[in-house]
């Protein structure tokens, strides 16, 4: 039989560090209270949650980074939002995001759940912030839950056995 190794969606017990940017903070406020709700309606207290802000998407490597080494936490979820406009700027910052958040999850090994929005219009934003397509910060809340919970139940180092 084949095993299988996967997180439930608890958050009971489990600490988690929000990394927000204050950009557009008219959309990325709905998103931290649907990671909050998801937190809290997974079994998480609202006391086992940091939340750190730092100017823009651009700036939430290095935040996630600060956060992860300094440790006492099980996930991190990123929020933010990146509005395309009519200069090449929106590839940058969203794509350095992208890549800064997953690199600090890859050497921190503290899960860093993605709940940057990258969208063409103000619309798009406004959708995915709590309206037609849910509410993407309660969804990277409820990644960090589970990914939170299978790190937990995986050992740091393999047994050797062949």
């Known amino acids: ?23 557009n903070s008219f959309i990325v406020d ?21 939340i750190y802000k730092a100017p823009g998407g651009f700036e ?6 600060r956060v992860a080494k300094r440790g006492g936490v099980d996930a991190i979820i990123a929020l933010g939002a990146v509005i395309r406009g009519s200069t090449p700027h929106f590839d ?20 860093v759940a993605f709940g940057v929005l990258t969208c063409d219009t103000i619309e798009q934003a406004i959708e995915r912030a709590g309206t ?9 809340a409820t990644a960090a839950i589970e990914m939170a919970d299978l790190m937990a139940r995986l050992p740091l180092e393999e047994t050797g056995r062949t």
Do not use: C
């Open 92 to 111: 940058y910052v969203a794509g350095e995001a992208a890549k800064g958040l997953a690199q600090v999850a890859i050497q921190s090994d503290i899960p």
């Open 30 to 50: 709905r998103l931290v209270e649907g990671a909050l709700d998801a937190i809290v309606r997974h079994g998480g207290r609202l006391d086992d949650v940091t």
């Open 132 to 140: 037609k397509a849910g509410n993407k910060g309660w969804e990277a």
């Open 1 to 23: 039989m084949t095993k299988v190794v996967e997180g439930v969606m608890s958050a009971q017990g489990r600490r988690f560090a929000l990394v927000v940017g204050r950009f």
């Open 60 to 65: 939430l490597p290095v935040l996630a980074r």
